[in-house]
């Protein structure tokens, strides 16, 4: 079955400490992986793609199709930081059918 | 400005009622989705429209029904409305093709609350 799994429901880092938001996935095929996040009181909206190998907000995140996981890192972690974010995968190719992780709750204290 | 809007934002209702959670986009975007989300739980794909006149069902099965008469609206409806039904409804849509134009853009979501 295709999956999305985000081990942690909250992760506590201090600021200036580097993040790993852990995300693994099940589906056989070549998967097209995202990170969302949604900031208190905004909308969800999408951080960052594995197609287009980007960093976001300091943010990058590698598919590793051998371990299958794509885990959200960043160096130094910033208050501004703290958010929910959601790992998800499209289920299918040519279906847009998103399946997304229970979400990751990062808090960055001061 | 394009957007994509869903009203209301807060709904508290009696059981049994008739409900339409409505969402619309200004995007010019094709597809649209409707998500269920219950607090610390992942998103579900209740429904999905790749176009005009073209809805699924996600997933996550649903007593609800939506429909696409016009590119632009995508209204979700709950002929009668059970404390079951208690939840965050969140409206998406994303644009022509695939690839590099692959993401979501989501609404602000309906909190629905059924008494």
């Known amino acids: 079955a295709q999956r999305v799994t985000q081990p942690e429901k909250l992760l506590s880092v201090f600021k200036g400490a580097p993040v790993e938001l852990k995300c693994n996935y099940s589906y056989s095929g070549s998967p097209e992986l995202f990170w969302y996040v949604q900031y208190s009181r905004q909308r969800l909206q999408l951080l960052l793609r594995h197609i287009s190998r980007e960093s976001i907000k300091g943010f990058t995140a590698d598919l590793n199709k051998g371990e299958t996981s794509f885990h959200l890192k960043k160096p130094f972690a910033q208050e501004e930081d703290s958010a929910m974010y959601y790992c998800?995968?499209?289920?299918?190719?040519?279906?847009?059918?998103?399946?997304f992780g229970t979400g990751t709750r990062l808090k960055v204290l001061a | 400005e394009a957007d994509i809007y869903q009203t209301p934002r807060y709904l508290v209702i009696g059981t049994g009622k008739k409900i339409t959670l409505e969402c619309s986009q200004t995007?010019?975007?094709?597809?649209m989705y409707w998500y269920q989300q219950d607090p610390g739980m992942e998103l579900h794909l209740i429904h999905y429209?790749?176009?005009?006149?073209?809805?699924e069902k996600g997933d996550l099965s649903s007593e609800s029904t939506v429909s696409r008469i016009r590119t632009e609206h995508f209204p979700l409806t709950l002929e009668s409305a059970r404390p079951s039904h208690t939840s965050q409804y969140l409206c998406?849509?994303?644009?022509?093709?695939?690839?590099?134009?692959?993401?979501?853009?989501f609404g602000s979501g309906t909190q629905l609350s059924v008494l």
């Open positions: 995007m010019g975007h094709d597809k």
């Open positions: 998800a995968l499209i289920g299918a190719p040519g279906t847009y059918k998103y399946i």
């Open positions: 998406a849509s994303s644009p022509p093709g695939a690839g590099s134009n692959e993401k979501l853009f």
């Open positions: 429209s790749y176009g005009v006149n073209s809805t």
